[in-house]
């Protein structure tokens, strides 16, 4: 059993940042790639950024240079810094995150989501 937990949303305003975090916890061996999500009203879920464990990131275009993903191996936790944030930003956040059990089997888990809200 691998478990997810997320922090950090809220309201901020628009030009406003936040700071997201995600700890995974559990019968853990390894953790391969962690990544953010998220899921406007009405829209399919949308990959936001990813790492992989060699610490190489990926980006949707719309946030390239305005958010950064970064992890902390030893606690198994991964952060979304977001800086200058729209309104169109607006959504529900789920981190993900993927890797080996102690008992060696293959677990790809979802955070609760946390909401992230940008209006004045």
């Known amino acids: 059993q691998v478990h997810l937990v997320e922090s950090g949303g809220g309201l901020v305003q628009p030009g406003g940042s936040l700071r997201l975090s995600c700890a995974a916890s559990g019968s853990i061996f390894s953790i391969n790639a962690m990544g953010w999500y998220r899921q406007a009203p009405g829209k399919q879920r949308e990959l936001v950024a990813a790492?992989?464990?060699?610490?190489?990131?990926n980006y949707a275009a719309s946030v390239k240079g305005r958010f950064t993903i970064s992890r902390d191996n030893a606690k198994n936790t991964v952060y979304l810094q977001m800086i200058s944030l729209k309104p169109e930003d607006t959504a529900v956040y789920y981190c993900?995150?993927?890797?080996?059990?102690?008992?060696?089997?293959?677990?790809?888990?979802w955070g609760q989501g946390t909401q992230v809200t940008v209006s004045s």
């Open positions: 993900n995150v993927a890797g080996l059990t102690i008992a060696a089997m293959y677990f790809d888990s």
């Open positions: 790492i992989t464990s060699g610490g190489d990131t």
